[in-house]
């Protein structure tokens, strides 16, 4: 059974930081391609960051320079660093393992408020 588990979400003032990490089971974790993704309320979710079997990196215009999407295949483990967080970052942050076939965590919640 494949669970993608996100943590590190929490409530933070404009400038902050915080880490999250998605925990996977049940894949073959350095085979997959992942990638974190979000949704503010009222909107589409978006692609935040990506990070291919290689390591490649792939972000969103409003997020570059000030996030960074990493993993750990010892650890199955993918992070998401944010640095310098807006209000508009502010969301909830999902963890995607995979293309086709894509599984998909419960995601965690980000407030940037004052």
């Known amino acids: 059974q494949v669970q993608l588990v996100e943590s590190g979400g929490g409530l933070v003032q404009p400038g902050g930081s915080l880490r999250l990490s998605c925990a996977a089971s049940?894949?073959?974790?350095?085979?997959?391609?992942m990638a974190w993704y979000r949704q503010a309320p009222g909107k589409e979710r978006e692609l935040v960051a990506s990070?291919?079997?290689?390591?490649?990196?792939k972000y969103a215009d409003s997020v570059k320079g000030r996030f960074t999407i990493s993993r750990d295949n010892a650890k199955n483990i993918v992070y998401l660093q944010m640095n310098s967080l807006k209000s508009d970052d502010t969301a909830v942050y999902y963890c995607?393992?995979?293309?086709?076939?894509?599984?998909w965590g419960q995601g965690t919640q980000v407030t940037v408020s004052s």
């Open positions: 995607k393992a995979g293309i086709q076939p894509n599984y």
């Open positions: 049940g894949i073959f974790f350095s085979g997959y391609d």
């Open positions: 990070i291919t079997r290689g390591s490649s990196t």
